[in-house]
């Protein structure tokens, strides 16, 4: 696995503590009912840039934001998503709850005060949706 | 992207859209998809994420400028985003690059938003963490407010008032022994804003409770002033009854206040229903007694809690709100001390301080019955067709002077609200 897009551009070091973990199971919210390959699209790969220039949030660009599925969180990740919802639902009503493989990347705990189950998904280089294990896609609202 | 029809739209100047202080997001997926800020004029400005369009690297967000009021209604979730934008005059579509920087910015109204990205009708503001302190800011604004400047008569009873508030409700813990002192802070712009620390000490200097830092006191405080200035008047009845069926508001108030002890480890009252409801009607009076300050010299007054990161809003006051406020806690004390009339003119002595020649109304100045150091300040009627020009009346107001009048007196306990004067020369 080689991580040439997330050390690119940039003197940060995104991977440090990022681990493989293919036995948890993650969500990211979609765009529509059915995930496309620009759901899984890091603002880097966009072409997004921070306003800031600090490693912590020019990471967290390089990586796809994406939820680790605990009980205990699993209404916090809910209640955000219907939050987005409520306020633009041209950002979707569907997330998908995957896992990752050996060969997807690897992912950084990233918490929030209000987002604690939160991860960065740093995808390897030769990613593409066939490197995730989808389990469903959820309809929240 | 195309539905906005951006090329229809007339561009405005981009220094009223952005924002360039006190930039906090409320609510973050991926974007900053509900934000808030002022913009460089002091314009508090409320913005959403719409849309990104990887074509033309361009972010599409909504910025709206909100009144003082729409502002504390929608932080303190009395409104909705979309009753905002709905009500607003001022949406814009802001176009931002693809580093958040501001590009254009085009006026717009509710009707041409296209219906996929409204809000919907749950669109209140996200309950996030918030941090609470034992710091507060009262903000006056519009008027003599709003050139920097405020009467010292008036500022000195809002400290006042507050400062009493503030010291009551810690002094009112039972079994804490604290000693509240309420410190003022230097006055600060904006318009005109008086800043204070609520500094707390234990009366047993050896030790202490250890496990009072753990006592959410500062959130406490901060959801009490929430409550009187948002629910007191709604939840009115509770208060001029029995009743002990709390709203849901007053039900997070005993909540919390059933934490601050909890935490401490101190024995909470025997009934904490009936302690708080008569904790909040002695707590109403002193700020009826910052209530009697908005109107003259300024128009609205915010009080703010004031952490290291932000400033939460925790209640707004105009003049509307005021009258709300002391008619509730008039009828609130006539259920409790019942209200009395004279039957017979009797004298007395008063200063009156305000007259309208015209319809023979104002107030006046009256030393309460049971406690001579305390006035009220009924509304005066003075009867008769006689001009009241160059009369005993008018001799306060020219001559500084207190007055002896005949008048029956209507009284709620020993406070009097109104009295009916004899016009006698």
């Known amino acids: 696995m080689t991580f040439e897009n997330i050390h690119s551009d940039t003197d940060c070091d995104c991977l440090s503590k990022a681990v493989i973990d293919t036995s948890n199971e993650y969500v990211r919210k979609l765009r529509k009912d059915k995930v496309e390959d620009k759901d899984f699209l890091t603002h880097w790969e966009r072409e997004i840039r921070p306003e800031t220039d600090d490693c912590e949030t020019i990471c967290s660009f390089k990586g796809v934001s994406i939820n680790q599925l605990k009980p205990e969180f699993e209404n916090q990740i809910l209640e955000k998503y219907k939050t987005t919802f409520t306020i633009n639902p041209k950002k979707g009503a569907h997330y998908l709850k995957f896992r990752l493989n050996e060969d997807t990347g690897k992912v950084k705990y990233s918490p929030e005060e209000d987002d604690k189950s939160h991860y960065n998904l740093f995808k390897a280089d030769d990613f593409n949706l066939d490197k995730i294990v989808i389990v469903e896609t959820v309809k929240f609202a | 992207m195309r539905e906005f029809n951006l090329h229809t739209k007339q561009i405005l100047k981009n220094d009223q859209v952005e924002i360039v202080s006190n930039y906090s997001v409320l609510h973050f997926d991926d974007f900053p998809i509900l934000y808030i800020g002022t913009n460089k004029y002091g314009n508090k400005i409320i913005g959403s994420h719409l849309e990104e369009d990887d074509d033309t690297k361009t972010i599409l967000t909504l910025h709206t400028i909100l009144t003082n009021k729409e502002f504390h209604q929608f932080m303190n979730g009395k409104i909705s985003y979309l009753e905002i934008l709905k009500q607003s005059s001022s949406l814009s579509l802001v176009q931002k690059d693809f580093k958040f920087k501001i590009q254009k910015a085009f006026d717009i109204n509710f009707n041409s938003l296209p219906v996929e990205y409204l809000p919907t009708t749950e669109s209140y503001c996200p309950a996030t963490v918030k941090a609470h302190s034992l710091t507060f800011s009262i903000s006056l604004k519009g008027k003599l407010a709003d050139l920097n400047k405020a009467i010292a008569d008036e500022v000195s009873k809002i400290q006042n ?265």
């Open chain 2, 161 to 425: 008032g507050f400062t009493e508030f503030l010291e009551d409700r810690i002094k009112s813990l039972k079994g804490f022994n604290l000693v509240p002192k309420a410190l003022l802070q230097p006055y600060a712009e904006g318009s005109f804003k008086i800043n204070f620390e609520l500094d707390i000490s234990q009366k047993d200097k050896k030790g202490g409770n250890l496990f009072l830092p753990q006592a959410p006191i500062d959130k406490y405080i901060a959801n009490y002033i929430s409550y009187i200035s948002e629910n007191f008047t709604e939840d009115k009845n509770i208060f001029t009854s029995e009743n002990n069926e709390f709203s849901e508001k007053l039900k997070e108030l005993e909540t919390i206040l059933n934490e601050v002890y909890e935490k401490a480890l101190i024995n909470k009252p025997e009934n904490l229903k009936d302690f708080i409801k008569a904790d909040i009607i002695k707590s109403a009076g002193k700020f009826e007694k910052i209530t009697e300050q908005i109107g003259e010299h300024f128009e609205s007054l915010s009080i703010l809690n004031v952490s290291q990161t932000d400033e939460t809003p925790l209640a707004f006051m105009d003049i509307k709100f005021c009258k709300d406020f002391q008619s509730s806690v008039e009828d609130i004390e006539i259920s409790k001390k019942g209200m009395t009339i004279d039957d017979e003119f009797k004298e007395c002595k008063i200063y009156i301080y305000h007259l309208n020649t015209d319809t023979r109304t104002g107030n006046a100045f009256i030393r309460n019955i049971d406690n001579d150091e305390e006035m009220s300040k009924p509304k005066i009627k003075i009867n008769g067709d006689d001009g009241l020009e160059q009369t005993k009346y008018t001799e306060s107001l020219y001559l500084n002077k207190w007055i002896t009048v005949k008048a029956k007196a209507e009284k709620v306990g020993e406070k009097y609200k109104h009295l009916d004067i004899e016009y006698d020369n």
